[in-house]
Structures are given as C-alpha cells and as structure tokens.
C-alpha cells in the first residue's frame, strides 16, 4: 500500500512539472551578474577638518607645536648677528592623493640686515624646523636692495600687488618716525627704514602682505638713478631735497 502510493505522488509531481510553463532565461541579465567586477573594497575615512580630527592627529598638532615653541625659544636665545629673521607664519598643510593623505609643514620667514637689503622665502618639510631652514634659505636667495635717503626714509611713494592685496607706502621726511601695521613695520625696520608710513588694503592674509610689500620695494629708486633720468646732478637734487623744494 505505501509502495503504491509513493508512486501515485512521484506520477503527479513528474505530470504537473512538465505541464507548468517555464520562466524563460533572461540573457542579458545573467550576462550582467556573471561579468559584474567584484564590489571595491572601502576607502579608509580621511584624517582632516572636514571628516574630523581623530585623536592621533589631535596628538601630533600637539607634538608638532612643542617642538615649534621649542625652536623659536633656541633661536631667541642665539646672539643676534648681521641678518635678522621674523617667523611670519607655520602652518601645517595637506595633500590629498590616492594612496592617502600627506601631512606637512609650511612656514613663512622674512630676514633684513638694517642696511636696506632684505628679503623673503617659503619652505615646506616633514618637521617644522626643516620647514623654517629652507625658508631662511630660499630668503637670502631672493633678496631686495633699497637706496635709502639719509639712512632711514624712502625716496618716493611706492605701491605694490598681489592678487587682492595693495600695500601702499608712503615716504616721510627723516624723524618722522613709522606709522604701519605690526607685519610692515617689522619688515620695514628690519630692512634699515625708519621713517615711513604703509597702509594695506584687500585680502590681508601674511602672505599676500609680505609679496605685495617685495614687490613695492623692488620699484624703489635711488637718487643716483633719479637724477641719471632726469640729467640732473646729485647736489642739486640733494639740495633740493634739504629745501623741501620739488
């Protein structure tokens, strides 16, 4: 008996299989699900301002910082010689690739000898004091030479640019002393000019101030080439000068 009904129900399954309609094969979908490329694996989460700071990057602005307070505390302490240097700005920067991100250092140094020569320079490193030694470096490698008149003053107003910032600088009759914001009136001091008065306007971040002031200064012109121009001799135009005369 259960012999016979085993058979009864593999005849019903074998009859209502071959007479159910098949679902037809879509071609193109399985050829999508076979050639699909495998799902790449997640990228790990960038480490910067704008997916937060985790605390190891927390950790390593605080290292990086001590060992900038350091540095500028050894150089304070160092007998001052004929160049003088001004740490403007150290920043730490980051560039973003494909194999992740690269953390680095950037800083901003101007130097003068207060004889008229000065000048500036950018450098990046790994550390802040790499960073600072070549921008010292690439300082003297670009340097600016003003004439002055009577050892302190300009000749004539001068106005430089870079991008949106103007710096405007005004010559004073010596002993009239600077009027100038904290940044101009350090570079100026330190380049020998005493006697002047700056003004910036626009975008007035550090580094624009500083290319915008080089390159007001690099159109400075001595009375020697003054006076060449105008066919004039230098004790004219110096007596002239004294007598407040044009």
Request: glycine share 8%; hydrophobic share 40%.
């Amino acid at each position: 008996m259960t012999g016979c009904i085993a058979i009864d129900l593999a005849i019903r399954a074998i009859k209502y299989s071959s007479a159910a309609p098949r679902r037809p094969v879509n071609s193109a979908r399985l050829a999508r699900v076979v050639c699909a490329p495998p799902p790449h694996p997640p990228s790990p989460p960038l480490t910067h301002r704008y997916n937060g700071i985790t605390k190891e990057a927390k950790l390593e602005d605080e290292r990086v910082k001590k060992e900038l307070e350091d540095y500028v505390l050894r150089d304070q302490n160092k007998p001052a010689g004929d160049w003088a240097e001004l740490i403007v700005k150290v920043d730490r920067v980051q560039k973003v690739t494909k194999g992740g991100v690269i953390m680095s250092n950037r800083c901003l140094v101007t130097i003068g000898n207060n004889k008229g020569a000065g000048g500036f320079g950018m450098g990046k490193g790994p550390s802040p004091q790499e960073a600072m030694t070549l921008a010292s470096r690439n300082a003297r490698k670009n340097l600016v030479f003003v004439d002055r008149y009577s050892n302190s003053a300009l000749m004539h107003d001068l106005v430089g640019t870079h991008n949106n910032c103007k710096v405007v600088l005004r010559a004073l009759p010596p002993g009239m002393g600077m009027t100038a914001g904290p940044l101009i009136r350090e570079m100026l001091e330190m380049m020998g000019i005493a006697d002047c008065s700056a003004k910036a306007y626009g975008n007035r971040n550090p580094y624009s101030v500083v290319r915008a002031t080089f390159k007001a200064l690099k159109m400075h012109e001595g009375l020697e080439v003054i006076a060449r121009k105008r066919g004039k001799r230098v004790m004219e135009l110096a007596r002239a000068k004294k007598l407040h005369l044009d």
